[in-house]
């Protein structure tokens, strides 16, 4: 699986937007890129994923580069409880939810 | 959404006793779980993949007779660590895919603290 790269830690102001830059310049054809949240002491939650087209959930927004060499996570009105580990993980899925984490980014949103 | 389970929570235990930490599937069919363990400030890290009806495949240098993993039924894998050590404390947190694989459910981890 393609290694992934992200910031150690990021700040955001509640009630605006958290960017989260991932860079996965090795990705394959076959894999996604997935994103999981842990927040302190709890199990990692799942948040979205997505192969070369942008997607949005509930939760988050997804925005692949075209070349797929990077992404970013968006929050788009984050809030306090947002505050938590973010993993960028890229997996081709054959692995069959084999998750390999990195040290994801530490997101920590100010009142 | 589909939830994983785990219990219990939280276990304090003396050094050399074994400890048994379930996880579960509450409202779908798991023929697949994963463990992870996860050290204070540190990422998680895969120890081993449990199959349902077949033996548990565990990741280079975790000790197989050490952490023995059964998964008894489509909702439940257990992780025993026998003869555990001050060593062995660690958040343990267990994953079950869904039926497509593109995404798991982690269960709310177990806080392993060994005396």
């Known amino acids: 699986d393609a290694k992934t790269t992200q910031p150690p830690s990021m700040d955001c102001a509640e009630g605006r937007a958290a960017n989260l830059p991932c860079n996965h310049s090795?990705?394959?054809?076959?894999?996604?890129v997935y994103w999981y949240r842990q927040i302190h002491s709890q199990g990692p939650q799942y948040i979205i994923h997505g192969l070369k087209n942008n997607e949005t959930n509930e939760m988050a927004s997804l925005i692949i580069t075209e070349d797929r060499k990077s992404s970013t996570l968006i929050l788009p009105h984050a809030t306090l409880r947002d505050t938590a580990v973010y993993y960028c993980i890229v997996d081709s899925g054959t692995s069959y939810g084999k998750l390999t984490f990195g040290q994801g980014t530490i997101l920590t949103v100010h009142p | 959404g589909a939830v994983v389970s785990q219990h219990p929570s939280r276990v304090i235990c003396k050094s050399g006793t074994s400890v048994k930490i379930e996880c579960r599937s509450l409202d779908f069919q798991a023929t697949t779980m994963f463990w992870y363990r996860q050290f204070p400030k540190q990422s998680l890290m895969l120890m081993a993949t449990?199959?349902?009806?077949?033996?548990?495949?565990?990741e280079q240098g975790v000790e197989k007779d050490k952490f023995l993993i059964n998964h008894a039924s489509l909702t439940l894998s257990t992780l025993t660590v026998t003869s555990a050590h001050p060593e062995d404390s660690s958040f343990y947190i267990c994953?079950?895919?869904?039926?497509?694989?593109?995404?798991?459910?982690f269960g709310p981890g177990t806080r392993l603290t060994v005396l």
């Open positions: 994953s079950a895919p869904t039926s497509t694989g593109d995404t798991q459910y």
């Open positions: 090795t990705i394959s054809g076959n894999e996604y």
């Open positions: 449990s199959n349902e009806g077949s033996k548990a495949t565990y």
